[in-house]
Nanobody
Framework: QVQLVESGGGSVQAGGSLRLSCAAS????????MAWFRQAPWMEREFVAA????????YAGDSVKGRFTVSKDNGKNTVYLQMNYLKPEDTAVYYC????????????????????WGQGTQVTVSS
């Protein structure tokens, strides 16, 4: 069983930055595909970015490319989402997810790929 705990959310003005953390327990992040999703009120859950366990290749959703970066610290068993140049439309609850399978790259953006989810952390960007 894998437990994920997100932290680092908060309120920021447009153009600012935040870094979210996802601390994993029960399994090392080197054995997991890790991802971030977000969900705004009355919206579908949206893929943000993923980090493949082998090779560490990062994949980002179109709306955050060039602004958001996923990284991990194996020693801390933690994955991070660095969010720069934030926009009001980035306002959402952000969820960390972990998967044990071996999906092709195209499947990394689907929530069903991931078995484990954190509780979410709120990010609010004001204009």
């Amino acid at each position: 069983q894998v437990q994920l705990v997100e932290s680092g959310g908060g309120s920021v003005q447009a153009g600012g930055s935040l870094r979210l953390s996802c601390a994993a327990s029960g399994r090392t992040v080197t054995t997991l595909n890790m991802a971030w999703f977000r969900q705004a009120p009355w919206m579908e859950r949206e893929f943000v970015a993923a980090l493949r366990r082998s090779g560490g290749m990062m994949y980002a959703g179109d709306s955050v490319k060039g602004r958001f970066t996923v990284s991990k610290d194996n020693g801390k068993n933690t994955v991070y989402l660095q969010m720069n140049y934030l926009k009001p439309e980035d306002t959402a609850v952000y969820y960390c997810a972990a998967g044990t399978g071996s999906p092709t790259s195209s499947y990394l953006r689907y929530a069903a790929t991931y078995e484990y989810w954190g509780q979410g952390t709120q990010v609010t960007v004001s204009s």
